[in-house]
């Protein structure tokens, strides 16, 4: 095997690697929406107030975010990646033992920067052994890795509350897998090229990319392979906030992830209905990590080859469809046509547009992170997104909950959903301007 070959084998291995691992995340944060009928019966909590614990694990995580991603610039993301496997998994057991709001919120809100240890290490890892003008496939496949991960978190749960096993199983057997797959990605991966003696990527200048994003900043020399021998913690961040286009992407891709955990989180919910135990609706709610998962890997095959690595045309594009889906979804009429309940005929393929266009400008986004910053800053630019990301995220979830509580009606989630895409895409217009 030639050199040339070896190494296309190895950069498929940590992608590969990367992908089985973070398959497994969602089980350790994704579950709490099926969980909450649980809750609210037997602690009596209201919907409002649980809203609030969802946000401490979202903020928690966009602290960590903050974090983390510097961390994996300076350290190297394949401990980080496996540390944080290996937390939220005791975490989530900690949770399930939780008899009331404190018992339940300061464990989840830990477990939030646990799971925080993952998505930044990771891309760092990735954005070590791709180039730029694979990237968009590369962290489009790491994003379907993400949304498949959201499907399994549902999977699991749903058969949980089909066997009847009650919401404490929720956090006790699905985040098992997750212990498998930090395992595995501390044995298989490696945080860059050199440690298998591979010459590093040479990712040609920002500044050739003719159609796509421009970076206003130059990426530091790399220092015996190290990027901390070339830039302290502190420029790091001074050059990605300085950044004006980094910064515009950071708010869209906010309200983007504000509509996705509305969607994620109270969707489950929805389709749960009060009889949540019974309910014949409940295995609708995959189709929207199913939509989800397909989205991320068209978004960024798009955005490398029908749009030139132009990211935001093909966020602005999607964000806008998720917000027409959104919309859909809320004013979809109840009743039946030809025999057929209109909630299956409409409300599954409208659903699983909903996942697909919402989610799919996430590889997009973090392709910028690299493309905007350069490969050496891509941790700290990763980790400085998500905590945006985050913290919008955390702003919709007892805002949700309020008005579901309020007007006892849980189709406003896709009202708040459809405002949050209309303002990513919107605001998206302007990354490249």
Known sequence: MNCSTSFRFAQWRMLLATMFCYFFFYTGRQTFGFAIPGIEEELDISKATLGWASTALLWSYALGQAINGNLADKFGGRRMMSLGA?????????????????????????????????????????????????????????????????????????????????????????????????????????????????????????????????????????????????????????????????????????????????????????????????????????????????????????????????????????????????????LLPSGEWAGIPLLYLMGIPVLFLCGFFAYGPQAAFWALCPDLLGRQRSGTGTGVMNAFAYTFAGLGEPLIGWLIDHYDNTALVFLVVAVACLLSGLISLFIRR
């Open 86 to 330: 290996l937390l939220s998994c005791g975490l989530n057991w900690v949770v399930s033992f939780g008899s009331n709001l404190p018992t339940l919120l300061v464990p989840w809100a830990a477990n939030g920067y646990a799971q925080s240890l993952g998505w930044a290490p990771g891309g760092r890892v990735l954005s070590n052994w791709w180039s730029r003008t694979e990237r968009g496939m590369v962290y489009g496949l790491y994003v379907f890795a993400a949304g498949m991960s959201s499907v399994l978190a549902f999977v699991t749960s749903l058969l949980i509350l089909e066997y009847h096993l009650g919401w404490r199983l929720i956090f006790r057997l699905p985040v098992l897998l997750l212990l498998v797959g930090g395992v595995a990605y501390y044995v298989l991966v490696r945080d860059r090229p050199e440690d298998l003696g591979f010459a590093p990527v040479d990712d040609e200048p920002a500044d050739d990319r003719g159609d796509g994003e421009q970076s206003e900043t130059v990426a530091p020399p790399v220092i015996d392979g190290s990027s901390s021998a070339a830039e302290t913690s502190i420029e790091r961040y001074r050059a990605v906030f300085s950044n004006w286009r980094f910064m515009v992407a950071s708010t869209a891709i906010g309200f983007q992830n504000l509509a996705r955990y509305g969607l994620l989180v109270w969707v489950p919910v929805h389709f749960l209905g009060d009889d949540w135990k019974n309910s014949p609706d409940k295995w609708i709610s995959v189709a929207l990590p199913i939509g989800m998962a397909l989205g991320a890997m068209t978004a960024g095959w798009m955005s490398d080859h029908l749009f030139g690595s132009n990211r935001s045309r093909v966020i602005s594009l999607f964000m806008m469809l998720a917000a027409v889906a959104s919309l859909v979804m809320f």
